[in-house]
């Protein structure tokens, strides 16, 4: 396990994440009945008068977190794993950064990539300036098989604290690649991939016929996928586009690009 000095030295961010996995970890242990350290534990609650954590939470967050530790001492072994977990839970949640309770997650509590279909789809960005929408892509990523993603320069920050809440954790189980548009270009045409976008006045969804391997271009929901990348959609592909039955014109990009993929996965 890592020191309590050498905690002390981790960025603000990265020392509360730690933290929170160090929680998860030893409520495992404690789940599962093994010797939990509760000098070492002590030694955490420590660093949360640490600037690491005052700089990361607000008053009314780190009055939250001495409740969460006074629990942890006075609770009984029963209910130790749930008082650490509920520490695990609460340090990510101030992160932004909360898994799920039916995620798949490896024995330090991180995403298990282990769990992924992956396929040979690759999933491009093209200016996407919503952090929202492109978190949320990295989600349905994860689920539907994409290989990488590649964010066309102008495209959210995947760093960007609004993606990392969306995304769930799915920026790091899902590669991905900062490319200008030029070298974007550069890629697909060395590949030689099928490559098609999703777009109005496209091939409807049901009768498209989704490549085996390829690239799908996703455009932001303003201005479309740019000429450049539009121009290198094959032409037996084209564009897919998804019929609509409301008084809307579009569906929100993140929404449209979750039914495409599912279809891509499934065919």
């Not at 794993?81 to 330090?108: C, I, M, N």
């Not at 491009?124 to 929202?132: A, E, G, K, Q, V």
């Not at 091939?203 to 498209?208: A, G, K, Q, V, W």
Request: with cysteine; net charge negative; aromatic share 8%.
């Amino acid at each position: 396990m890592m020191t309590i000095a050498k905690l002390k030295t981790l960025k603000d961010r990265t020392c509360v994440r730690k933290c929170a996995q160090i929680f998860h970890e030893q409520a495992l242990l404690a789940k599962h009945e093994e010797p939990v350290d509760f000098s070492y534990l002590k030694g955490i609650c420590s660093l949360f008068d640490e600037t690491q954590f005052t700089k990361v939470l607000v008053q009314a967050q780190l009055l939250h977190l001495e409740k969460l530790k006074d629990k942890l001492v006075s609770e009984e072994p029963a209910s130790l794993a749930f008082v650490l977990e509920d520490l695990h839970q609460y340090l990510l949640s101030v992160l932004g950064s909360e898994p799920s309770d039916w995620d798949f997650t490896d024995e330090k509590g991180e995403l298990d990539c282990s769990k992924r279909i992956i396929l040979p789809h690759i999933l491009i960005l093209d200016r996407l300036r919503s952090p929202f929408n492109v978190g949320s892509l990295f989600r349905s990523a994860d689920s539907f098989g994409i290989e990488e993603i590649w964010l066309v320069e102008g495209t959210a920050d995947v760093h960007h604290p609004r993606c990392e809440k969306s995304a769930r954790g799915c920026t790091g189980s899902v590669p991905y690649r900062n490319l200008t548009e030029e070298e974007v270009v550069q890629e697909l045409k060395k590949r030689s991939l099928p490559v098609f976008a999703l777009e109005l006045g496209g091939c409807e969804l049901s009768h498209f016929s989704f490549p085996s391997e390829g690239a799908a271009i996703i455009g932001s929901e303003e201005m479309g996928v740019s000429p450049a990348l539009l121009s290198l959609c094959d032409h037996s592909l084209g564009r897919v586009s998804i019929p609509l039955g409301g008084t809307k014109g579009s569906l929100n990009v993140s929404v449209a690009s979750g039914i495409m993929l599912y279809f891509w996965y499934v065919q």
